[in-house]
């Protein structure tokens, strides 16, 4: 049996996950760490911004796969991606994640990353993510997910923030769209 095969077969009649149960930001959240090397970096020692992006994608996708007990979550959108400062050869590269918002079929995941010097213990921000993932049943198509359930007024307070900027994404989504409206009316 091909490595695909088994993987298609282990996902094969997973139970049903239970809808009515929340989960708390806590349940999901996750840490991936990995020693940065030379095939990460350019000629100067800094990591590409690439290797960060791809670490941040796979680590919030690990937070959203464990909330939604969905095998299959997609890269609907990132939100926002800064890069605050360089990671170099030679640190470890910290991806902190977790649950912000919770739709029907939408996750937001938020994620800092963090870049540590071992000699010198200096650990410095080094980018921060809004990452959007939608869960997608067995043919592909979005499937609903448990909702997100504060476990204490910290987490209400992350899930209120995240909820008003889903609301002013929402806002300018519905701008933009109005826009392309008029510009190819013009056309």
Known sequence: MNPFERIVNRYKNLPKVDLTQGRSIAYSRSITRRAMELIDANSQGNVHGGVIMRMVDEAAGVVAIKHSQCPTVVTARVERFDFLAP?????????????????????????????????????????????????????????????????????????????????????????????????????
């Not at 000699?119 to 592909?140: C, P």
Request: charge should be negative; hydrophobic fraction near 35%; aromatic fraction near 4%.
């Open 87 to 187: 990671a170099f050869i030679g640190d470890v590269v910290s991806v902190n994640c977790e649950m912000h918002y919770v739709g029907r079929t939408s996750m937001e995941v938020g994620v800092e990353v963090t870049a540590e010097d071992l000699i010198t213990r200096e650990v410095r921000r080094i980018a921060s993510s809004y990452v959007i993932y939608v869960a997608l049943d067995e043919n592909r198509k979005p499937t609903p997910v448990p909702p997100l359930v504060p476990a204490d007024d910290e987490e209400e307070a992350i899930i209120e923030r995240a909820r008003i900027r889903r609301l002013h994404r929402q806002r300018i989504d519905e701008e933009l769209k109005q826009i392309q409206e008029i510009s190819s009316q013009n056309s």
